[in-house]
T-cell receptor, first 111, second 114 residues
Framework: KNEVEQSPQNLTAQEGEFITINCSYSVGISALHWLQQHPGGGIVSLFMLSSGKKKHGRLIATINIQEKHSSLHITASHPRDSAVYICAVTQEANTGNQFYFGTGTSLTVIP | DVKVTQSSRYLVKRTGEKVFLECVQDMDHENMFWYRQDPGLGLRLIYFSYDVKMKEKGDIPEGYSVSREKKERFSLILESASTNQTSMYLC?????????????FGPGTRLTVL
């Protein structure tokens, strides 16, 4: 069973397009994370959310706790946004230290 | 800044060899993790450790063991490497802060077993 589901798996966009990546989860969480992984392997954290919405530059992340759903939006996409975007959740406190990961969305932005 | 380093970026080994992957973090984190990442499967937890000399099996521990003799260092051991262990291996460390657990990842080791 997958505690975290992401869609789409692959996404190709033209430069300048608005992009949305979706994440649904099935466990009680203390936080949801959006991670970015560029070719070469390194993973960096973009956002950590427990409610509402966060914005950083052209990236916006939202979460709906009742619906157990989060979205990552990229406005005015650029080829340097090409990467794998991973949704991850941490369980509610006192239920362990584990993270659950989605399988990732591979984004390619074409000039 | 938190730094998590891994001993190698790329590694090529032969079937049957014993393989050591090392991970070091410099922020005094209690929790450390080893994952493997395969296309279409995402990150899968192999083992994690929440303290020195403590370890817990993750989702796919078969064929692997770990060692945590010092707080900053978490080693993943493939006792007898097999071709199905060809993968990207990612180490992470984490801390609880404000009721939330945040993970920091190393750069990854791409292991090829021939």
């Amino acid at each position: 069973k997958n505690e975290v589901e992401q869609s789409p798996q692959n996404l190709t966009a033209q430069e300048g397009e608005f992009i949305t990546i979706n994440c649904s989860y099935s466990v009680g969480i203390s936080a949801l994370h959006w991670l970015q992984q560029h070719p070469g392997g390194g993973i960096v954290s973009l956002f950590m959310l427990s409610s509402g919405k966060k914005k950083h530059g052209r990236l916006i992340a939202t979460i709906n706790i009742q619906e157990k759903h989060s979205s990552l939006h990229i406005t005015a996409s650029h080829p340097r946004d090409s990467a794998v975007y991973i949704c991850a959740v941490t369980q509610e406190a006192n239920t362990g230290n584990q993270f659950y990961f989605g399988t990732g969305t591979s984004l390619t932005v074409i000039p | 800044d938190v730094k998590v380093t891994q001993s190698s970026r790329y590694l090529v080994k032969r079937t049957g060899e014993k393989v050591f992957l090392e991970c070091v973090q410099d922020m005094d984190h209690e929790n450390m993790f080893w994952y493997r990442q395969d296309p279409g499967l995402g990150l899968r937890l192999i083992y994690f450790s929440y303290d020195v000399k403590m370890k817990e099996k993750g989702d796919i521990p078969e064929g692997y063991s770990v060692s945590r003799e010092k707080k900053e260092r978490f080693s993943l051991i493939l006792e007898s490497a097999s071709t199905n262990q060809t993968s990207m291996y990612l180490c992470a460390s984490s801390l609880w802060r404000g009721g939330v657990n945040t993970q920091y990842f190393g750069p990854g080791t791409r292991l090829t077993v021939l």
